[in-house]
């Protein structure tokens, strides 16, 4: 059974810093490009960024570039979000996932492409 689970939500704090964690298993996704999407209550959910298998390309949601920044470990099947400078905006669920999607960029802020998503994870910023 394929799963993927994201750790590190919590609460923190506007300005502050929270660092989310997910880790594949059942299977190794070499190959497959991971990402990030997020759900705020009473919101659609949206893409926050993404990176690919082989380059390790980043792609990024203009609401958080130069705040967060993924990064993925392919040995321990493993990916990460740094967020920083947190904003109350930021609060959400948020869910690790990944995709065999390889082609143009802007099919990686496609939700429609991600084969696999995790559980989610709650991550709440107070002001």
């Known amino acids: 059974q394929v799963q993927l689970v994201e750790s590190g939500g919590g609460l923190g704090q506007a300005g502050g810093s929270l660092k989310l964690s997910c880790t594949a298993s059942?299977?190794?996704?070499?190959?497959?490009?991971m990402g990030w999407f997020r759900q705020a209550p009473g919101k659609e959910r949206e893409f926050v960024a993404a990176?690919?298998?082989?380059?390790?390309?980043?792609y990024y949601a203009d609401s958080v570039k130069g705040r967060f920044t993924i990064s993925r470990d392919n040995a321990e099947n493993a990916l990460y979000l740094q967020m920083n400078s947190l904003k109350p905006d930021d609060t959400a669920v948020y869910y690790c996932?990944?995709?065999?999607?390889?082609?143009?960029?802007?099919?990686?802020?496609?939700?429609?492409?991600?084969?696999?998503w995790g559980q989610g994870t709650q991550v709440t910023v107070s002001s």
């Open positions: 059942g299977r190794t996704f070499s190959g497959y490009a």
């Open positions: 990176i690919t298998w082989s380059s390790g390309t980043t």
């Open positions: 996932v990944a995709t065999s999607y390889y082609g143009p960029g802007y099919g990686y802020y496609q939700e429609r492409r991600y084969n696999y």
